[in-house]
């Protein structure tokens, strides 16, 4: 194979090696000197996510390893966003995981290995240009998923959670991989771009290429967690380690919104209108049950589960609104973009949200109840405004960057001639503000119920600052984020 076949897939050979040396490196270190595979873990996704900067000097679109993988801005992008979220989340847990235990074992690295395990995997799932590919990646992130959710093997609400994600999952992953069956039995390719010229040419079987889509967005369905293949989420996000819930909740989801854009518009674009009205239904009851079943949550990963649900919808919404009649090229990259900024801005969102829960948590407590939240205020007024930021940021409200995320997508669906669609994710939002709020109440108005100090390292104080003052920001000044979605939109559509 040619040595320059590998440069695009770099980023990814780097990271491997990283995560053989630090498993390697996991079996001479004492448990007392952990930190090592921490550190490791951070150095790792540093050098990683330099190479994919560097990455984005050379510009176009570069194939590798026979056009099953590629290589664009889109895809660098959201490699990039999910290096950050995943370094993030590292920093959120080291305390946390340390505290109950999850770092022990044969393999003492094996919380570190298993997390970079799941940032390879969703960067091959970005960059996949085959089905075989994409389902490679996808395996790989979700098998490491399932053991981190099992982490905590003395805890049986852990092993249930996982035992749930892990059938259900193993569900989705065959209703994806029939689906990729039957589209590659009609197409007779696994390229993704072969497959595209293959449909367009409308020479081949309807019937199957619709059957195969239809099992394709059931398996996408339940990889984003939205309705009707929502039911795992609750439960898992719920029952895994506040950790592992992060890592499970953020980065994969902009690895789900990346194999809908290889799958749906790059493959089977030609196919908008079949896929279209799956997706419509989807984005509703995800809006609906979603918001609607959050109000009755007492707690919190619970709710914040059926938040992501609806958030998915309207991530939907962008995908939606994409293709439609008499629509130029201009309107479908700001459809695709504008569903891009909202995955990137839910998942900077989510981070926060959820260090917000490991922050409060300590030895032998966990934090999931809204009435932890009591009085938040008077134990850590700077905190307390940190989760009040990304509350109103999940909740729409203006100037924080998820007003901006809804604002768009929904000017994308106004665009596309969704009016309906437009009034129900409004509707259904104000309905999303109330449970949202209710935790801003709760922080400020009512006494606290736990007067125990707030005692976090430096470094996850520093990165959840940083965190919540990034919302107010990207809010304010939205406008470069958005302009660099739409240019790798753009380009991942040009190509």
């Not at 109950?100 to 044969?106: I, N, Q």
């Not at 799941?118 to 992130?141: K, R």
């Not at 809010?475 to 190509?495: K, W, Y």
Request: with cysteine; proline share 3%; glycine share 8%.
């Amino acid at each position: 194979m040619n040595e320059l076949n590998l440069i695009p897939a770099m980023a990814e050979i780097v990271l491997a090696i990283a995560i053989m040396v630090i498993l390697v490196a996991g079996l001479f270190v004492r448990e007392e000197k952990q930190p090592l595979s921490h550190w490791l873990s951070l150095l790792a996704i540093v050098i990683t996510t330099l190479v994919i900067v560097s990455s984005f000097d050379s510009g176009g679109t570069r194939y590798a390893f026979n056009q099953m993988f590629v290589s664009d801005s889109m895809g660098q992008m959201l490699k990039l966003f999910a290096c950050i979220a995943t370094f993030a989340t590292l920093i959120y847990a080291r305390q946390y995981t340390a505290v109950r235990g999850m770092l022990g074992g044969t393999l003492s690295g094996e919380f570190y290995v298993l997390a970079l395990m799941t940032l390879l995997g969703q960067m091959i799932m970005i960059s996949g240009n085959s089905f075989l590919i994409i389902y490679l990646g996808l395996e790989l992130m979700s098998l490491s998923l399932y053991a981190l959710v099992a982490l905590r093997r003395d805890h049986p609400i852990s092993t249930e959670a996982a035992m749930k994600y892990f059938v259900l999952g193993a569900m989705a992953s065959g209703f994806l991989l029939y689906g990729m069956s039957l589209l590659y039995g009609a197409s007779g390719s696994l390229n993704l771009t072969q497959v595209a010229a293959a449909v367009s040419s409308g020479t081949v079987n309807k019937m199957v290429l619709v059957l195969g889509v239809v099992f394709l967005v059931a398996g996408l369905a339940f990889k984003l967690g939205a309705a009707p293949f929502h039911m795992w989420a609750p439960d898992v996000y719920q029952g895994a380690p506040t950790s592992v819930t992060l890592l499970l909740g953020a980065a994969p989801k902009l690895a789900a919104f990346a194999i809908c854009m290889r799958l749906l518009v790059g493959a089977l674009g030609a196919m908008a209108a079949d896929w279209q009205q799956m997706l419509i239904v989807m984005a509703v009851a995800s809006m609906a049950v979603g918001n609607i079943t959050a109000i009755a949550q007492t707690n919190i990963k619970r709710m914040l589960a059926y938040s992501t649900i609806s958030q998915m919808g309207f991530m939907l919404l962008g995908l939606i609104s994409g293709v439609f009649e008499g629509s130029t090229t201009a309107a479908t990259a700001n459809a695709y973009s504008a569903s891009m900024f909202y995955a990137v801005t839910y998942v900077l969102t989510t981070l926060g949200s959820f260090a917000m829960i490991m922050l409060l948590s300590r030895s032998g407590f966990e934090a999931e109840s809204l009435e932890d939240f009591k009085g938040l205020n008077q134990r850590s007024p700077w905190f307390a405004a940190v989760m009040m930021v990304l509350l109103m940021s999940f909740a729409g409200v203006p100037p924080m960057v998820g007003f901006f995320a809804k604002l768009s997508v929904l000017e994308a669906a106004l665009a596309a001639g969704h009016l309906w669609l437009v009034i129900v994710a409004v509707l259904l939002s104000l309905v999303a503000a109330y449970y949202y709020l209710r935790i801003v109440k709760l922080m400020y108005f009512d006494a606290p119920t736990d007067t125990s100090p707030i005692v976090a390292d430096r470094g996850m104080q520093i990165t959840l600052s940083v965190n919540g003052i990034a919302v107010v920001l990207l809010g304010i000044l939205p406008g470069t984020l958005m302009t660099a979605c739409l240019q790798a939109v753009s380009q991942a559509l040009a190509r």
